[in-house]
Nanobody
Framework: QVQLVESGGDLVQPGGPLRLSCAAS????????IGWFRQAPGKEREGVSC????????YYADSVKGRFTISRDNAKNTVYLQMNILKPEDTAVYYC?????????????????????WGQGTQVTVSS
């Protein structure tokens, strides 16, 4: 049974770090491109970052470039999103999802229909 479980969401002060985890079961993360998305109240879901199954190339949305880092631990079958210098506008529910395409980029993150399994989400709140 394919499953993605996010964890690590929390309340954090502006400027602080947080690391999200996306633990996969029922498939191997290195064989799929994994994306991180977020959705703030009243806003559409936004693609944040992805890591490809082909070579592990990564992509970041402009809003998080230079602050967020996506990585994959094949031994733990888990994908991480390290978030630094957090801003109040990063507040959202964060989701991970998988897709069978072997690459990632802005087109992939914009095409949520390409992602067939999603986690339940984890809340990140950035506030003082």
């Amino acid at each position: 049974q394919v499953q993605l479980v996010e964890s690590g969401g929390d309340l954090v002060q502006p400027g602080g770090p947080l690391r999200l985890s996306c633990a996969a079961s029922g498939f191997t993360v290195r064989s799929y491109t994994i994306g991180w998305f977020r959705q703030a109240p009243g806003k559409e879901r936004e693609g944040v970052s992805c890591i490809s199954s082909s070579g592990g190339s990564t992509y970041y949305a402009d809003s998080v470039k230079g602050r967020f880092t996506i990585s994959r631990d094949n031994a733990k079958n888990t994908v991480y999103l390290q978030m630094n210098i957090l801003k109040p506008e990063d507040t959202a529910v964060y989701y991970c999802a998988r897709t069978g395409i072997s690459w990632c980029g802005d087109y992939a993150l914009a095409s949520t229909l390409l992602f067939d399994y999603w986690g339940q989400g984890t809340q990140v709140t950035v506030s003082s």
